[in-house]
């Protein structure tokens, strides 16, 4: 939106800097369903730079980013939904201003390998699909949110300690694997510059893709597996060379009885792009998602309402959305949704809601 500032930005670029700024809002009321009925505005900037070391310091391959965020605002799913999943995914991490990336990157063995270490979230780069950070509902972006719940992993803006390998024997083959600090209150309102490297344990995860059709003019899609499998593929395209088309996809994870929160999790969707003509970069997103409470969860609330009534039994919880996203112009993104919040909190207490939202984003 700020253009070149007289030809600065583009002397940066070249030096091997790259300033980047976004200011992004997401608003969301429910007219039916829920506790009771009212509108939240929730809100998120986020500025930072990509440094090329190679530009910089003749350091072949190499790049050191850093993001800082800032968020603030109110939660529909907290405030009046009850719902386990928020259907802003901007809301949380602390609300607060925090250091939300700061790590080295380097490209090795002729681009076949990358490392990374650092400060990075962890849900950046495993268990990610990209396109399904169309929606605004937070049960899914990228990756299933249930990856996330009480497993002391961590997406953006909330980072942790590690070090990321990625390996590509093949184009469109590649595993990685990372070590990375378990610290579950990193998403605290106090922790947003807590760097501290405490940390009762640590976290694992390892991934094999398979890119099918990146680069060489087929129809792309992507395949990755860990403890979860997600795949997203395109089928349809209106010209070779365009990006028009529908891609589907979907994804689904299990979780350990003995510590996760979710049995399982799966999520169906899409998104087509290129809506009507003359706009190419539109997209509309469709998806559903359903989170199944992990039994033995379930077990003990019953046991403990036989004691106590009324404290509510979770069994599951699941979403509908769909969204059109407009780019009005190439620093403006408009994306109006629909979700529909089916057992909200799992219980059956609550009444299912209807929720209208609307994501605005600028970058600058």
């Not at 002397?11 to 009212?38: C, K, W």
């Not at 589907?248 to 399982?264: E, V, W």
Request: net charge negative.
């Amino acid at each position: 939106m700020t253009g070149d500032w007289g030809g600065v930005r583009t002397s940066l670029q070249d030096g091997g800097i790259n300033l980047r700024a976004h200011f992004t809002t997401e608003s969301a009321g429910n007219p039916i369903g829920g506790n009771y009925q009212t509108v939240a505005y929730t809100q998120q900037v986020d500025f930072g730079a990509d440094f090329d070391l190679q530009r910089l310091m003749n350091i072949p391959d190499a790049k050191i980013q850093v993001t800082l965020t800032h968020r603030a605002g109110r939660s529909l799913s907290a405030d009046a939904l009850g719902s386990q999943f928020a259907v802003q995914e901007l809301y949380g991490a602390g609300q607060n201003f925090r250091l939300a990336e700061m790590n080295y990157q380097q490209d090795l063995f002729d681009h076949e390998a990358t490392i990374e270490v650092g400060w990075s979230p962890m849900g950046d780069d495993f268990a990610g699909l990209p396109a399904y950070c169309n929606f605004q509902n937070g049960v899914i972006c990228g990756h299933a949110n249930a990856m996330t719940t009480d497993s002391g992993a961590h997406n953006l803006p909330t980072p942790q300690w590690g070090v990321r390998i990625n390996v590509r024997p093949k184009p469109e083959f590649y595993v990685q694997a990372g070590d990375y600090q378990f610290n579950p209150n990193e998403g605290n309102a106090d922790a947003g510059f807590d760097l501290n490297t405490r940390s009762p344990g640590v976290l694992l995860p390892v991934e094999l893709g398979w890119l099918p059709g990146h680069g060489n003019g087929e129809l792309p899609g992507d395949v990755k597996i860990g403890g979860y499998v997600m795949a997203d593929q395109m089928v349809f395209r209106e010209e070779p060379s365009s990006d028009r088309g529908l891609t589907l996809g979907f994804m689904a994870t299990a979780g350990d009885r003995n510590t996760a929160k979710y049995s399982y999790f799966w999520i169906v969707g899409g998104h087509y792009q290129g809506t009507f003509p003359g706009r190419d970069d539109d997209v509309v997103a469709f998806m559903l998602a359903y989170a199944r409470t992990n039994s033995r969860l379930t077990r003990y609330q019953q046991d403990r309402d036989a004691v106590a009534p009324g404290s509510g039994i979770q069994t599951y919880e699941s979403i509908a959305e769909i969204d059109y996203g407009a780019r009005l112009a190439p620093w403006l993104m408009l994306r109006p949704n629909l979700q529909y919040v089916i057992h909200p909190g799992g219980t059956g207490k609550i009444p299912d809601a209807l929720v209208i939202g609307l994501t605005t984003k600028v970058t600058f």
